[in-house]
């Protein structure tokens, strides 16, 4: 892969996965806002685990990152969609590091790694909920939870892998950017999550994030490793 291809695929998968971020804002009565193609942010602090400003492109001042977000309040998050950030002096930590990673759309499935899990989508506030659950370990946030009814739309689907009925696998999958991100993925569900993927948007290639571990079982799935992004966080 070219350097012109890999830079335009690491600005569509940041712009996908702020599309997310903002979604998730917005179903909390939030109004998140772009500054132009650089970058997007929330004015107002975000659900927890989500950034309050996400860079769309390489290059962006610090100063423009950090003046638009609240570092007032605990909790304070950037991510740095191209590890070009230096927001030390402005307070910040890395919390993590992490590959953003790019599957082609009709790549060939991976093998099932486990059998017997029948895939759908979730519909309604009340398969939401038990997907939450699911997705904490069965210890579900309920309404403090991020995850709102609000976000169950055209253009996001809450992926449910079920034994028995029972949710034990799934994922987040949302357009934008020209693509499908993948986030939240939990359980051994990359072959099931990709099927009902390409089931949905077979034209679109498939993005995301991982790290460690997670990284690993991405490549198995057959996703390539693109490029670093960091996560910073305000230490007060």
């Given at each position: 892969?070219?350097?012109?291809?890999?830079?335009?695929?690491?600005?569509?998968?940041?712009?996908?996965n702020?599309?997310?971020?903002?979604?998730?804002?917005r179903?909390?009565?939030?109004?998140?806002?772009?500054?132009?193609?650089?970058?997007?942010f929330?004015?107002?602090?975000?659900?927890?685990?989500?950034?309050?400003?996400?860079?769309?492109?390489?290059?962006?001042?610090?100063?423009?990152?950090?003046?638009?977000?609240?570092?007032?309040?605990?909790?304070?998050?950037?991510?740095?969609?191209?590890?070009?950030?230096?927001?030390?002096?402005?307070?910040?930590?890395?919390?993590?590091?992490?590959?953003?990673?790019?599957?082609?759309?009709?790549?060939?499935?991976?093998?099932?790694?486990?059998?017997?899990?029948?895939?759908?989508?979730?519909?309604?506030?009340?398969?939401?909920?038990?997907?939450?659950?699911?997705?904490?370990?069965?210890?579900?946030?309920?309404g403090?939870?991020?995850?709102?009814?609000?976000?169950?739309?055209?253009?996001?689907?809450?992926?449910?892998?079920?034994?028995?009925?029972?949710?034990?696998?799934?994922?987040?999958?949302?357009?934008?950017?020209?693509?499908?991100?993948?986030?939240?993925?939990?359980?051994?569900?990359?072959?099931?999550?990709?099927?009902?993927?390409?089931a949905?948007?077979?034209?679109?290639?498939?993005?995301?994030?991982?790290?460690?571990?997670?990284?690993?079982?991405?490549?198995?799935?057959g996703?390539?490793?693109?490029?670093?992004?960091?996560?910073?966080?305000?230490?007060?």
């Amino acid at each position: 892969m070219d350097e012109t291809t890999r830079t335009a695929l690491l600005r569509r998968a940041a712009l996908n996965n702020a599309g997310w971020c903002g979604a998730v804002c917005r179903a909390h009565g939030l109004a998140p806002r772009y500054d132009g193609e650089q970058l997007w942010f929330s004015a107002r602090r975000t659900p927890p685990m989500y950034p309050d400003a996400v860079t769309l492109e390489p290059g962006v001042p610090a100063r423009n990152v950090v003046r638009g977000v609240d570092t007032a309040s605990a909790g304070c998050s950037v991510k740095d969609s191209f590890a070009d950030l230096d927001l030390a002096r402005e307070g910040f930590e890395v919390l993590f590091e992490a590959q953003w990673i790019h599957r082609p759309a009709g790549a060939p499935l991976p093998e099932s790694e486990a059998a017997g899990l029948e895939w759908s989508e979730v519909s309604g506030a009340e398969e939401l909920a038990a997907w939450g659950a699911a997705f904490d370990g069965g210890e579900g946030a309920g309404g403090d939870g991020p995850f709102r009814p609000g976000l169950l739309g055209e253009g996001i689907a809450f992926l449910a892998g079920r034994v028995d009925g029972r949710i034990v696998a799934g994922a987040v999958a949302s357009t934008g950017g020209g693509v499908v991100g993948v986030s939240n993925l939990f359980g051994a569900a990359w072959a099931g999550v990709l099927g009902a993927v390409r089931a949905r948007w077979p034209e679109l290639d498939v993005v995301g994030y991982e790290h460690g571990e997670d990284l690993e079982a991405a490549v198995r799935a057959g996703f390539a490793p693109i490029g670093p992004l960091r996560v910073w966080f305000f230490a007060q």
